[in-house]
């Protein structure tokens, strides 16, 4: 049985990665160019792939939380959560300082500067752990300290990916976009819990899930240089891509970066202010933090509540990460192309209906951990609910950040809700501690389970009043050949539009 899912599990996560490149290279709503399509399929792949091995260098930590682990380097479990709650930290604030750098260098830069930066930090981390035979509060120390740096060049990476995507993406394309965006991440969890898991099934092998990503980032960093385009202008002629830019506005130059002779604070002002003047970025941040404590929660609790079971490894344990992985990857696809297709490309309704799905999931996880010794009730619970907070988190951080900020503020506003995001994961290592104990057996993760319907049911109630706002494009764009400034558009109506491109029309 644990052989057959193993099986089940790298053919379906692989297989997902592989189909989902094709519908890319056939899907074209817009008429593009065969051309365009090839090029932006390779295009994201590249990047895609960079950014799920970044997952793979970040969420090591994650997958080594297990009590083996614990006692082979002498930590408790509190001690352990330390480094989660750092690395969290660490995100938040630098996801967003680097949302507004990832505007101003460009999205290819930014992502060879998190493939170096994040290899150097995982390669670093797991060398001194195996040279260092390092325990107790030295293992906490360089975990932390790496972790942090690990961390701060991630988050090029995760601001550069939604950028890029802006660029390359119509907003009717962006909801496909996001269930990408998802598969991209669940092939991240899938080389974490998956790939890294097999690397530390022995303790003293947890170097090498640390070194073995951190030299595939600098591979991929080499591809990222010589391959990726930030901007269609980079690779194709204007006549080439009017399909893609007759609806919003861009930048006229090919550079990917923002041009500005205002100063440095009025350029952050400039990228700041189309987020800051839109009301529903203030709901989307609230429900960001609640996100992120579900989301992190069942991803940095769930090994170790199987390993309180004493199903380490086990068939259950398989059946819970393909679901992460596998799951995710349809629920972020589904979700994306239902906003598209079914919503007119409003974000909002799919993400109140995932959220009610991961309210009811948490919900039956509860009896499951009470009654069901075997463990595949909750692994089945577990697979389910991966479904629905991986949907939200690609409609919410990468799509909604595209379409209300426009492509000249996607990096800024993807690092402000990835960074809010983390406000809610860095909770997740201070209260599950507290609900379930230092040394918790099984059925005390019922508090666990417990613990995400409050934030569900929240996010609904948030949701409810803007499910009608969505972000539509302007129609009309007039180009001044001769500075290197953003276009704009020769149309306002009554104030509603922003200088993103985009106006918020309530119907």
Not at 376 to 385: L, Q, S, T, V, W
Request: proline letters at 3%; aromatic letters at 14%; one cysteine or more.
């Amino acid at each position: 049985a644990k052989l057959a899912a193993n099986i089940i599990s790298y053919v379906g996560c692989i297989g997902t990665v592989v189909a989902c490149v094709i519908v890319d290279l056939i899907r074209n709503p817009l008429k593009h160019s065969r051309k365009f399509i090839n090029y932006r399929t390779l295009n994201w792949a590249i990047v895609g792939f960079s950014y799920a091995f970044a997952y793979m260098a970040r969420y090591n930590i994650s997958c080594a939380n297990t009590p083996d682990i614990h006692a082979y380097y002498g930590v408790t479990s509190s001690e352990y959560g330390t480094i989660i709650l750092t690395g969290n930290i660490a995100y938040a604030i630098s996801v967003v300082i680097n949302g507004f750098t990832v505007d101003m260098i460009g999205a290819k830069v930014s992502m060879i500067c998190a493939c170096v930066g994040s290899g150097f930090a995982s390669i670093m981390s797991g060398a001194i752990l195996q040279i260092g035979s390092l325990r107790g509060g030295a293992f906490i120390a360089n975990a932390c300290i790496w972790y942090v740096v690990n961390n701060f060049f991630q988050t090029f990476a995760t601001c550069a990916i939604v950028k890029l995507g802006a660029n390359w993406y119509d907003i009717t394309e962006r909801g496909f976009f996001s269930g990408i965006f998802g598969v991209v991440i669940s092939f991240g969890f899938f080389l974490a819990f998956q790939i890294d898991g097999l690397m530390i099934s022995s303790s003293e092998n947890l170097y090498l899930a640390f070194i073995v990503p951190g030299c595939c980032l600098f591979v991929f960093a080499v591809l990222n240089y010589f391959i990726v385009k930030a901007l269609p202008e980079d690779k194709f002629e204007p006549d080439e891509i009017v399909s893609l830019r007759k609806f919003e506005q861009q930048l006229q130059k090919s550079t990917g970066k923002i041009q500005c002779q205002k100063g440095f604070f009025k350029l952050i002002f400039e990228l700041i202010k189309p987020i800051l003047y839109q009301k529903i970025f203030y709901v989307i941040a609230v429900i960001e933090v609640l996100l992120g404590y579900c989301r992190d929660g069942y991803l940095n609790y769930y090994t170790a509540f199987f390993n309180s079971m004493g199903l380490k490894d086990s068939t259950q344990q398989i059946i819970a990460s393909t679901g992460i992985t596998i799951g995710g990857m349809f629920g972020s696809l589904l979700t994306g192309i239902l906003s598209d297709l079914c919503f007119k490309s409003r974000r909002q309704p799919v993400a109140f209906i995932d959220f009610g799905f991961l309210l009811l999931g948490s919900l039956c996880l509860i009896p499951c951990i009470l009654n069901d010794a075997s463990g595949y009730g909750a692994a089945c619970m577990i697979a389910f609910n991966a479904v629905f907070f991986n949907g939200i988190n690609g409609i919410l951080t990468s799509t909604m950040s595209m379409d209300f900020a426009g492509s000249k503020s996607a990096g800024t506003a993807s690092g402000l809700l990835d960074g809010i995001q983390k406000i809610g994961s860095s909770l997740v290592g201070v209260i599950v501690p507290g609900l379930v104990g230092q040394k918790p057996e099984a059925k005390d993760y019922v508090w666990w389970a417990v613990s995400f319907t409050v934030p569900c049911v929240l996010s609904m109630a948030l949701f409810a009043p803007i499910m009608k706002i969505k972000a539509k494009p302007q129609s009309k764009i007039e180009v001044d050949e001769s500075q290197d400034q953003l276009l704009e558009s020769d149309q306002e109506k009554d104030g509603q539009e922003q200088e993103t491109g985009y106006s918020v029309v309530a119907k």
